[in-house]
Each structure stands twice: as C-alpha cells, then as structure tokens.
C-alpha cells in the first residue's frame, strides 16, 4: 500500500523530520518453525513483515492487514510478543523520512493464503531459521525468536530509569 493519507498529510506538514510511528510487526513461522523476512529490495536490510498502525485501527487489526498486503498470507494474531521504542527504534528510510517507532511485536499463525506479495513493498520473502536470520532493519533482541513456548510480553527495561530526579 505505501504511505497512508494520514502519514502523507503528516509529511506534507513535517517533511523528513523524526516522527512518532505506532506499527506493528508479525513473526511467523512455518511448519519447521522458521520465521517468514521481507527484503524491498531498495538496499534496506531484511525486516519482518511490519508497517504503521493507521488512525482508527486497533493493532492486532494492524497486524493481519499489514501482513496480508505484504506477503499475501492471512494470519490471525496469537500473542503480545513484544513491546519496543526508543532511540533505538529510530530508523531513517532511503527517502531521508526519520521515525521513530512504538513496537508491538504479535506471534502470529497462518490461516489461509499464498506467500505472494499485494503490494510493491516487498521484493523477496524467504524463512529463516532464528539460529541464522540475517541482520535486521531493527534491533530486536535475538532471543525473542528462538523462545517460542514463553508466554511472557518482553519489554525493554533498564534500571537507570529510575534515576529520574523528581521535581516537588
């Protein structure tokens, strides 16, 4: 699909500067439990399929419409994996567009489809084993995709957090 009126109307306003994006991204798993890359193509790393929460969507919604237009596969959200943001979620596309994105990760299952691609966003999908993913667009912590049975939300945490001085 592109950019969404919303986020085009947003850039007219704001140009390439850093933005906030909410989006959603899905891991995925064949039978052999390998995890479902994007590559686009445009010399941008390998990522999971993944895109922006649009006004008015909830994000499990998010997920499944995100995953449809980018690999062809419908696929119903499972679990909160993962919750990410931060400066170390903060990208910058080939086009010079800065954001910096709220995560929420879904473990997701395939329902129906065929791995084909709806949009012009996607060049090649290809599964991975979690031992031997290349190197992602995004720093999510490799641990998360080879522990499929825990049923905990990770989170970033870091105790310097709570240095934070209070004023009265």
């Known amino acids: 699909m592109g950019i969404s009126n919303f ?6 306003k704001v ?30 790393k390998w990522s999971l399929p993944a895109g922006a929460i649009e006004i008015g969507e909830a994000p499990a ?15 119903v959200p499972k679990r ?13 596309y080939p086009n010079g567009h800065k954001v910096e994105y709220n995560v929420f990760m879904f473990e997701c ?24 993913m290349p190197e992602l667009a995004l720093p999510y912590p490799k641990h998360i995709f080879t522990q499929t049975d825990n049923n905990e939300v990770y989170f970033q945490w870091n105790n310097t957090w709570l240095d934070i001085p209070f004023e009265n």
Request: net charge negative; proline share 3%.
């Open 80 to 92: 909160l994996t993962g919750v990410f943001g931060g400066q170390e979620f903060r990208y910058e």
């Open 109 to 132: 299952e395939i329902q129906s489809g065929e791995l084909c691609p709806r949009d012009n966003e996607t060049s090649d999908l290809q599964y991975f084993k979690p031992d031997n």
């Open 61 to 75: 919604q998010a997920v499944v419409r995100e995953v449809l237009e980018e690999t062809g596969l419908y696929v």
């Open 7 to 12: 986020y085009q109307e947003l850039r007219d």
């Open 15 to 44: 140009g390439s500067e850093l933005i906030f994006m909410p989006c959603v991204v899905g891991i995925i798993r064949n039978k052999r439990g390998e995890i479902l890359l994007q590559n686009k193509g445009n010399g941008e």
